[in-house]
């Protein structure tokens, strides 16, 4: 079945360590996506792209690297630079939209996500 | 920048009763998708119901549905014969028509929805 890998599960980094968070997806959707989830708060975007070699920062980057060298791929690494790490980190993937409306039919599908702590 | 607000932060009915949860936007795009997506205490997010922005007629879904009112920038989801497996968060939220929308979705707080046996 097509979807979208997660992993680990449970993560734990200690302090000034960078670590990296593994989203695979074999769904051969072009734009991928990481969010942040906290408590008691939505999820907010860190990285997307929209296609390979090639991505943007969301509304929350710093402290946060991403590499898109295969369409497959997305991992997010946290750097030492992020000094609040401690979350709940969701990766999805989608089909572009169209620009002329009626013509999408494809939601934004999700992981199972990472649960990052710190030692 | 587009902003998504849910004010209940918390809400709880019994077993069959009907739930409304609330929603509203802020957007200057004309072209727009919303959803609403449940997170279960597994925290899956599951896609419960999508409204087109340009689509007068409101979306529903089983025992899912909507009441989009754009002048107001309102976007309710009205749960009906709630069963106990409709215990989850709940969130709204909102994504961009226009480049084909590949920018991301802006979510909302989310509810944290109780439904009582």
């Known amino acids: 079945d097509g979807g979208i890998t997660q992993s680990p599960k449970y993560l734990f980094r200690k302090e000034g360590q960078n670590v990296t968070l593994s989203c695979e997806q074999n769904l051969n959707h072009d734009a991928m996506y990481w969010y942040r989830q906290d408590p008691g708060q939505g999820l907010r975007l860190i990285y997307y792209?929209?296609?390979?070699?090639?991505?943007q920062k969301g509304d929350i980057a710093e402290g946060y690297s991403v590499s898109r060298e295969k369409k497959e791929s997305f991992p997010l690494t946290v750097t030492s630079a992020q000094k609040n790490p401690t979350a709940f980190y969701l990766c999805?993937?989608?089909?572009?939209?169209?620009?002329?409306?009626?013509?999408?039919?494809?939601?934004?599908?999700f992981g199972d996500g990472t649960r990052l702590s710190i030692l | 920048a587009q902003t998504v607000t849910q004010s209940q932060p918390e809400m709880s009915v019994q077993e069959a009763e009907t739930v409304t949860l609330s929603c509203t936007y802020d957007t200057s795009e004309n072209n727009y998708y919303l959803f609403w997506y449940k997170q279960p205490p597994s925290r899956q997010m599951i896609l419960v119901i999508r409204q087109e922005a340009y689509k007068q007629q409101n979306a529903t879904e089983n025992r899912f549905s909507v009441n989009f009112q754009k002048a107001a920038k309102s976007f309710s989801l009205k749960i009906s014969d709630s069963q106990l497996g409709d215990t989850a968060m709940y969130f709204c939220a909102f994504m961009k028509g226009s480049g084909g929308g590949a920018d991301g979705l802006t979510f909302g707080k989310g509810t944290h929805l109780i439904i009582q046996p």
């Open positions: 792209s929209q296609i390979v070699n090639d991505f």
């Open positions: 999805a993937s989608s089909i572009p939209l169209p620009s002329i409306p009626g013509q999408w039919n494809q939601p934004q599908h």
